[in-house]
Structure formats: C-alpha cells, structure tokens
Nanobody, 115 residues
Framework: QAQLVESGGGLVQAGGSLGLTCTVSGLIFNANAMGWYRQAPGKQRELVAT???????NYADSVKGRFTISRDNAKKTVYLQMNSLKPEDTGAYYCNTVNGLRYTWGQGTQVTVSS
C-alpha cells in the first residue's frame, strides 16, 4: 500500500510563505508524476501543481508564479514552496500521483492564510 504523508502547513499572514513536504512510500516514486492538490471548505479537491518524473512542472493559473513544486527522487519526497500567499490559498493540501490511478489520500496538511 502506498502511503502519502503531508506536512508543513500552518497559519500564515497574507504575503507570507510556507513550504510543504510530502513523503512517499509504497510506490516506485521515480516513475510517477506527482502533484499537490488542495481542497477548500465546500469545494472539490483541485490540482494546483504537478511535477513529472523528469522534472517538468505545471501549475494551475491561480498559483502560477507563486508556488514552486519540486521533487527529490532519492528521498521519495515532493515539495511545494508557496510564496506570496493569499487568503484564497487556504485549504487542506494533499499530494498524490497525477498519472494513472490516485493512491489512497493522506491526511493532508492544513494551510490557513489570514488577511
């Protein structure tokens, strides 16, 4: 069973920064495109950033220029550096694969941005 464990969330003021970490086990990490998803209250989970196995990245328009996704294949870890945070970035952040079938979702890490 794959396990996805997110950490690094917290409460920050608008304009601040947070770095999120996702540690992965139980899958061949290097072969997977990985993404960060977020879910705000009352909304569906949305994909905000993707990093493919070769390092190519893609971002939702809402976070482009502010968020940076990266991965360390040796550590089986995905990172999301979030800068210039806005209140609308508030939500639970999750990591998961992007290609193929999604694995069981982790607990997520809560990001709250105050205005």
């Amino acid at each position: 069973q794959a396990q996805l464990v997110e950490s690094g969330g917290g409460l920050v003021q608008a304009g601040g920064s947070l770095g999120l970490t996702c540690t992965v086990s139980g899958l061949i990490f290097n072969a997977n495109a990985m993404g960060w998803y977020r879910q705000a209250p009352g909304k569906q989970r949305e994909l905000v950033a993707t990093i493919f196995s070769g390092g190519i990245t893609n971002y939702a328009d809402s976070v482009k220029g502010r968020f940076t996704i990266s991965r360390d294949n040796a550590k089986k870890t995905v990172y999301l550096q979030m800068n210039s945070l806005k209140p609308e970035d508030t939500g639970a952040y999750y990591c998961n694969t992007v290609n193929g079938l999604r694995y069981t979702w982790g607990q997520g890490t809560q990001v709250t941005v105050s205005s």
